[in-house]
């Protein structure tokens, strides 16, 4: 009897010591488990930077190209790209050998990306625009400005690509209509006009999220102006690549960082050039590379004024040496 009640009573610790160790044992499973799929998703977020990088690196052989397939993923994916860096997912940030401008943060299955060379006057690099179609443009324009905004949709020489979500609206429309434009998804207000402090005051109230990117254009080159509802910082673009590379850059310092990474390559391509003016001096000697290297060492990047004067320089000595018997600098 003793016997039974012992074997009674130890019966439900023999239940009780199943339970605890089948809970450990799924607890330990579903941790492994988890600890698995994030391995595996740091690996598939490490393996998606470098596809993203060597893609940008084969579409910079191109000129003047646009892909929106590149980062065509069954998972929706969340990218962070910022001066020079990507982060895909929670991964570790990789380093990017091509030069970006984009919103800082995307998430889409599909992202619109457009290769596009920068020259200065000879060609610096491409440089790759980035964006996604949940993020909305409005162009503004007045009428001494429409035909230049209506060219970024109908000249095959300037226009930017419909995978881009952009569109025009007059500078009257945009005043007229603030009231529906506050119930939509706009990322940022691109102005090709100029517009009263009254206004700007008028447009951030009923948009109070909303960026604003001012453009003094002025024959592919200019300067800009990014208003937020903290701030307002100015920069310029001094090609019309740059300028897009604003219109989509995620702020001013963010543009800032990557017109930086574009100026350091414009350095080194000068220093380039000017040694190859001292090695075509060598063998024509009645040339003007003298000339050429004075403007190739000479360059300023600090302001605007210097590097119209630095591309005015180069182009006509440049030019000079095309026609006439000598070799071209580029």
Known sequence: MLLNKKGDVSQPFTYLFAIIAGSLILIFILWFAQGHLKIEKSKSSQEAAFYFDETLLLLSAAEDIYNQEMTKNPLKMNYEISCGNLVVENSKPAKLNSIVFSPKKLNSKQLA????SVLFPFKITNIFIISENSKRYLFVFDDSTKNLVESFKSDIRVKLPSIFNFQLISRQNLLSNLNDLAKQQITRLVLFTKLSQQDITKISQKLPDLDILSVDYQDGQGSLKFISKTSSKDSNFFSLPLLYAAIFSESQETYECS???????????????????SLLLSSFASCPYPQASSILNALDTSTLESLRLFYNSLEQVNNMLAGGNCVSLY
């Open 113 to 116: 990306v457009y290769s596009k």
């Open 259 to 277: 017109k930086e990474l574009l100026l350091k390559k414009l350095k080194l391509l000068s220093k380039l050039y000017n040694q190859k003016a």
